[in-house]
């Protein structure tokens, strides 16, 4: 399971000194947090679809997942996920933890729908219609939205669909799958009309807490991914945190307590450029979650080592406001051993046949020593590896404790009141007549 670790400031830093006892009796009321989760009497408790569909996984959904996965796969060269926030996060950091970077994914797998940028929009439509290998290319898009009417991915779903029609014309339809809510919404009534393939987010779920429904579970499978084994990670996960909780609690009460002392942001950062995306997935299920009501801490991804080089002077001497949680992974997952090159003149001779994650690791332990001594609390978070099974688990073990922390703070963790701001502002300068709330 899931390993965490505080690493507390050392007496230099008089105002985190007992931070650790605090930390220590804020767990007996994380433990009333965590009870009503799981007893489903918090704020927000209709919002607990995440815990069901682990609780009673719907096998004949996954198969049903799996099945189009298979078809998009032998029907497409590439494939196009449009969708933002809880519709794409999720999927996009499990692909950038299980994949290659330097090989593209077969289909290759490619995002849109997450920004309005007509430079990238106008290049992704110009490479979807450029031939592969003398022929048109094959392009599937998937289109996630639970509310269906998100104006970034309507918009590209618009540009996508026009496109396809130009290339398939009348089978353009069975190019495209939507990912949407049960009923209503302006892409369940296309989906009506085109006769789109279709699979549902449950009510239940909500988006930043929906990477185990079909809204990650099928561009996962359509890239290869082992779904069966993510989910089950997750299963294994949920059952057994709901017994021994202990990890979330500590974790959550951690978090509470550098709160507490005036801590306003959270460097979710690490060392290992696989486990990248999850510091925006993390930033967004902690963020959207927790920041209401004038209550939170400011998530803030950061990557490991070249962020060290660009905000590492101000994590280490900056104005003490910050914490920092750095995800670790316990084993190397692959293998490279520094040559011996004793000609080179680069003084490296005494690194040859260590391990590239040896000395990572001693990157990573001398930054935790060199943060906390410079007054910022670290919090490790460590995964066993780097594997399907070991994703679901730390995925539950974030939306967990990411609920647990907010009933500590007193916030309904399921709800974003303050994005619907934006969206008022932008559709009231658009003059979109149909848009409230
Ligand atoms: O967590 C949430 O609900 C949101 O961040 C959504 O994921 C995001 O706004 C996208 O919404 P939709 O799926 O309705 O397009």
Redesign the pocket.
């Known amino acids: 399971m899931i390993h965490f670790e505080a690493v507390y400031p050392d007496s230099a830093w008089p105002e985190y000194r007992t931070l650790a006892d605090d930390a220590q009796q804020i767990k007996n009321l994380a433990f009333i947090a965590f009870k009503q989760v799981v007893e489903g009497t918090g704020k927000g408790s209709e919002w607990l679809g995440w815990r069901r569909i682990l609780s009673y996984p719907n096998l004949e959904e996954v198969q049903e997942v799996k099945r189009r996965a298979n078809w998009i796969r032998e029907h497409s060269d590439t494939v196009v996920i449009a969708?933002?926030?809880?519709?794409y996060l999720g999927a996009k950091a499990i692909l950038q933890a299980l994949t290659n970077p330097f090989t593209k994914t077969n289909p290759e797998i490619l995002f849109s729908g997450f920004h309005m940028g007509s430079k990238q929009t106008a290049q992704l439509l110009d490479y979807l219609k450029t031939p592969l290998n003398g022929q048109v290319r094959r392009v599937h898009v998937i289109v996630?939205?639970?509310?269906g009417s998100?104006i970034e991915?309507a918009i590209s779903f618009r540009a996508l669909r026009i496109v396809l029609k130009e290339m398939y014309g009348q089978g353009a339809s069975e190019h495209i799958t939507a990912i949407t809510g049960p009923e209503g919404g302006k892409l369940n009534g296309m989906v009506e009309k085109e006769g789109y393939a279709k699979f549902i987010i449950p009510d239940d779920v909500?988006?930043?807490f929906s990477v185990l429904t079909p809204v990650g579970l099928l561009p996962l499978a359509v890239a290869g991914v082992e779904i069966t084994t993510l989910l089950d990670g997750a299963v294994k996960a949920y059952s057994y945190y709901d017994n021994k909780p202990d990890t979330a609690l500590e974790y959550a009460s951690f978090r509470i307590a550098c709160y507490k002392r005036g801590i306003a942001l959270d460097i979710i950062g690490s060392f290992e450029p696989e486990l990248n995306g999850f510091s925006s997935w993390i930033q967004?299920l902690m963020g959207?979650s927790e920041g209401k009501d004038l209550k939170g801490i400011f998530p803030v991804g950061a990557s490991y080592s070249t962020d060290l080089h660009s905000l590492g002077q101000i994590i280490q001497e900056g104005r003490r406001n910050l914490m920092e949680t750095l995800l670790v992974l316990d084993k190397e997952s692959a293998n490279y051993t520094i040559p011996s090159d004793p000609e080179a003149g680069d003084d490296l001779e005494y690194l040859a046949g260590r391990t590239l994650f040896s000395v990572n690791q001693s990157a990573l332990n001398g930054t935790v020593k060199a943060h906390s001594n410079g007054g910022v609390p670290v919090a490790m978070i460590t995964l066993p590896e780097l594997n399907e099974s070991s994703l679901g688990a730390f995925i539950y073990f974030y939306e967990l404790t990411t609920a647990i922390h907010c009933y500590l703070l007193d916030v309904n963790p399921f709800d974003?009141p303050g994005?619907e701001a934006y969206k008022l502002e932008m559709r009231t300068l658009l003059n979109d007549a149909s848009y409230s709330s």
């Not at 969708?83 to 519709?87: A, E, K, L, P, T």
């Open positions: 969708g933002i926030g809880g519709s996630i939205s639970k509310s998100t991915t909500g988006g930043r967004q959207e974003q994005v």
